[in-house]
């Protein structure tokens, strides 16, 4: 079983909607929570970083962590065609610095 | 401010050959990490580094790959004796001080390597 599950989607939405995207871990140690997005053939980019359980917002984003579920979600609301990219979800431990990435959602937003 | 830069963007060896990829850090970053890309998996840990020092290797293959971060000039992750499947894209993170888990990584653009 991975530490970090994921589905790779690909997951398609008019223009507008809101979209929700998820991981599910297995680790309960894990306490770094973030989410990446990389469009295709780039780096990943550093979308929302969050500590232990919670709600965090940041513009059109929100990201929630439910550690009791070892589940975690990426909201984005008004979605873009330019938000058409990939979603990797990433999560540390305390005391050590490599992450841990899920396989990454596809998003495609069609106007 | 420039960001993490991560060079040659693309790579081409035939089988055998030796590759090297280099990583030079955000400015005031002192911390470099690589991951690996294979298609449609995510991004797998591969070695952690500071100025002259190897932090953490648990992810590097044990043969055949090696990475540095000298005290002046870019990381390096050095592939030797190439095969088809270290066709892969190599990325490179840097994060600012201390390394801890608190200190975000943000990463370059990728090199992009195919083994003929």
């Known amino acids: 079983q991975k530490e970090v599950e994921q589905d790779p989607g690909p997951l398609s939405v008019p223009e507008g909607a809101i979209v929700s995207l998820n991981c599910t871990y297995s680790?309960?140690?894990?306490?770094?929570f973030m989410w990446y997005r990389q469009y295709s053939r780039k780096g990943p980019e550093l979308l929302m970083y969050?500590?232990?359980?919670g709600n965090k917002e940041d513009g059109r984003f929100t990201a929630q962590v439910d550690k009791s579920s070892k589940y975690i979600s990426l909201f984005i609301r008004d979605s873009q065609p330019s938000d058409s990219a990939t979603y990797l979800c990433?999560?540390?431990?305390?005391?050590?610095?490599?992450?841990?990435f899920g396989t990454g959602t596809r998003l495609q937003v069609f106007p | 401010n420039a960001g993490v830069m991560q060079n040659p963007r693309h790579l081409v060896r035939r089988r055998g050959q030796e590759a090297r990829l280099r990583c030079s850090p955000m400015?005031?970053?002192?911390?470099v990490y690589w991951y690996r890309q294979l298609p449609e998996e995510g991004l797998k840990f591969m070695v952690y580094?500071?100025?002259?020092?190897?932090?953490?290797e648990s992810g590097m293959p044990k043969e055949r790959f090696s990475a540095e971060f000298p005290k002046e000039g870019p990381s390096i992750l050095r592939i030797q004796q190439v095969v088809r499947g270290d066709s892969a894209a190599y990325f490179c993170?840097?994060?600012?001080?201390?390394?801890?888990?608190?200190?975000?990584?943000?990463f370059g653009p990728g090199t992009r390597l195919t083994v003929l």
């Open positions: 580094l500071q100025k002259e020092n190897i932090i953490d």
């Open positions: 990433a999560m540390s431990r305390p005391n050590t610095d490599k992450l841990i």
């Open positions: 969050t500590y232990s359980s």
């Open positions: 400015k005031g970053h002192s911390h």
């Open positions: 680790n309960s140690a894990f306490q770094y």
């Open positions: 993170a840097s994060s600012p001080s201390l390394g801890s888990s608190t200190d975000t990584q943000y």
